[in-house]
Structure formats: structure tokens, C-alpha cells
């Protein structure tokens, strides 16, 4: 009978875990899947969304809308100006009903992206409507939408179509073009909404709102017939829309909720310790760079913002996993939908004053 070998620790696939072998199989791994060829090869946006666990392209006439069921991968590619290396941030994008296996998929495809770009992407984490400024800079307009990937592409023709209530506001000044439930108290003098009837399409002035406002709505509005055959459009000024107009007809009763002003994040720097556990360093409005150590990979919550900040010194492994600490941590706070970046010592933003 032949003796059992002994089991050497070393003879486990964990012996390989940061080694260069590991790598190269990740990085195998990546390249194997087909929706990265191509991707950061040059400036400009790619975007992907979720759908049953496969990375899928979204469609280029598609950018800047969001379905609140769906998860997305966003990447940005870009020069600095006087530079000629391609450097990128790459996002992923929770959508408020996207399921926990959607978002789980989106956030280990945004380190296997980040693998396929050797390391080089900044990564970081979006909840939607409350977003970061660098992910709304992206869009000229953000068009948030109901449903998801079993809904988002059924085509139905307009005679059949559900009425839908659009918000559009200027937001610090972006427009945010956002699905609302269609009741009659959701509309506000000092905004536009866009009720789309299918066959008619109303832009519906408020009495205070902006010229801007105005003007993103019609841009929304005249998208959307474009893509639907035999529609009219419509614009009604509130100051002379009585409660009979054909527009306010088509919306429910229900006054609008006011929407609570979400807390702000406590500012603190923590330590991660043994890749899992985290250390107070710091916390209130003494929270500062100078507690930030190369060998070490730190959290920053600075408020409004939640960076993990990984020192010169810190592994590998310990960069890909900056978005779980961060969640993580998020997670047992009062405000889990921060947004979440992963920077690099040296590396740091320049228009955050807590790096500078």
C-alpha cells in the first residue's frame, strides 16, 4: 500500500497567492473575457451593464441613462493635458433595486477590468443619487429610468405604452433627468417635467424653473420621439395649465414626499489591519494627511467622500481589495451610499483638500 504524502502548505495553490505566477493567471483570466477587447485603447467613455452575471456593451445612443434595477461598469480614458499617457477611472454603478448578484458581478468585473488594464485605473464605487462629481461629469445629463435588463429593451408601441413622469432639475450645475411615480403632486413650480403619454409627449414648464431646465427637457423630449414613430409633442407653462389640460389629466392623485436631506458622513481615518479589521486613527475635523503611512493601506472618510488610500508599500492584493474595505466599512455606517475611490500614495486627487 502506498503511504499517503504528507501535506506541504506549499504544494496549495495559496503558496501562489501575489506571486508573479498569480498574476499572469489573472491576468489570462481577464483577457479571456471578450467585452474588454479594445477597452482604454483610447480616450472616451465605454460603458457596460449587468445582465444575468455576463458584462454586457450598452448602447452608445444609451449613455447617461440608467435603469434603477440594472448594475454598470463605466470607463473613463483620458490624457492629461500635457501628457501623452493614457490614464483611466473605471466606476461601477449600483442601480437602487439592482440585485446583490448583480452588483457582486459588477464589482469583481471592475477589478478584472482593472487587471486587464495592468493595475493602471483608479476604481470606484456609485450609488445611485448620490453619485460623485467626477461620475456626473461624464454626462451631460443623467436619465435615471425604472426597471432593469428583463424590462429596459421591450419595444412596445405607443398606443400601448405606460405613461411615465420624468423630473428634470439642475443639480450644482448638472441636469439630472430622473423617473418619478406619476402623480400630480410630484409636479413643482420651480422644475420641468416630461409626462410621456406614448403617443403624446408634454414638457411641462414649472412657473420658476431655468432656462437651462428648459432647454435639457427638449433635448430629453425630442430623444425621445425619435425613437418612437407617430408621436406629437407637446409644451405646457404651468401659468396657464389649468387642472383639465389633457397633461395633468394623465397623472395620478398623491401629494409628492419631501425628500429628507441625507446626513453627512463622520469624518475619519482608519488603519486596515490584517486585511480585514480597521483602526481609528483619527476622526472630526483633526483628520489629516500626515496620519497616513506608505506601508500601510488607510480609509478616509471625508464627509462626502470615502477614499482607500493604499500606501507605496502596501501588496497588491491589498489595492484590489480597497473597494471591500471601503464597503465594508461603509456598510455598518449611517451612510452606506457614500461614494467610494481607491487612490494610490502619490497619486492623489488634487481637488480633494484632505490630500493637499
Known amino acids: 500500500m502506498q503511504k499517503a504524502k504528507k501535506y506541504d502548505w506549499k504544494d496549495s495553490n495559496m503558496a501562489l497567492f501575489g506571486s508573479d505566477t498569480e498574476k499572469k493567471v489573472k491576468k489570462e483570466s481577464a483577457e479571456s473575457e471578450p467585452a474588454w477587447q479594445g477597452a482604454g485603447e483610447e480616450v472616451g467613455l465605454k460603458i457596460w451593464r449587468i445582465v444575468k452575471f455576463q458584462v454586457e456593451h450598452w448602447e452608445d445612443d444609451q449613455y447617461g441613462e440608467f435603469y434603477n434595477g440594472d448594475s454598470y461598469i463605466i470607463l473613463n480614458t483620458y490624457k492629461e493635458p500635457e501628457g501623452d499617457e493614457l490614464k483611466h477611472d473605471v466606476h461601477f454603478w449600483i442601480g437602487k433595486y439592482s440585485t446583490q448578484d448583480e452588483y457582486g458581478t459588477a464589482a469583481y468585473k471592475t477589478v478584472e477590468l482593472d487587471t486587464f488594464l495592468d493595475d493602471k485605473p483608479v476604481q470606484h464605487r456609485e450609488v445611485q443619487g448620490h453619485e460623485s462629481s467626477l461620475f456626473k461629469s461624464y454626462f451631460d445629463s443623467l436619465t435615471l429610468l425604472k426597471g432593469g435588463a428583463d424590462t429596459g429593451f421591450k419595444r412596445v408601441l405607443p398606443e400601448a405604452y405606460e405613461p411615465r413622469l420624468f423630473h428634470v432639475k439642475k443639480e ?14 410630484n409636479l413643482t413650480s420651480d422644475d420641468v417635467f416630461i409626462i410621456d403619454n406614448g403617443l403624446n409627449i408634454y414638457q411641462w414648464n414649472g412657473s420658476k ?15 425621445i420621439e425619435g425613437k418612437r414613430k407617430g408621436c406629437k409633442t407637446h409644451t405646457v407653462e404651468e401659468r396657464s395649465c389649468s387642472d383639465n389640460h389633457p397633461a395633468v389629466q394623465i397623472l395620478g392623485p398623491g401629494k409628492s414626499k419631501d425628500k429628507a436631506e441625507d446626513p453627512q458622513g463622520e469624518k475619519k481615518v482608519l488603519k486596515i489591519k490584517d486585511g480585514e479589521d480597521v483602526e481609528e486613527v483619527s476622526s472630526g475635523d483633526d483628520i489629516s494627511k500626515d496620519a497616513l503611512q506608505s506601508d500601510d493601506v488607510y480609509i478616509v472618510n471625508t464627509g ?26 461603509l456598510s455598518k455606517t449611517e451612510t452606506p451610499w457614500l461614494p467610494v475611490s481607491v487612490v494610490a500614495e502619490g ?6 483638500a484632505f490630500f493637499n
Do not use: M
Open 172 to 185: 450644482n450645475r448638472k441636469i439630472k433627468c430622473t423617473q418619478v411615480s406619476l402623480k400630480r403632486g
Open 304 to 329: 462626502d467622500h470615502v477614499y482607500c488610500w493604499v500606501g507605496k508599500g502596501a501588496s497588491v492584493d491589498e489595492r484590489k481589495n480597497g473597494i471591500p474595505y471601503a464597503c465594508n466599512y
Open 347 to 352: 497619486a492623489e486627487p488634487k481637488d480633494v
Open 209 to 223: 424653473c431655468s432656462a437651462d431646465e428648459k432647454f435639457k427637457a427638449a433635448q430629453e423630449v425630442d430623444k
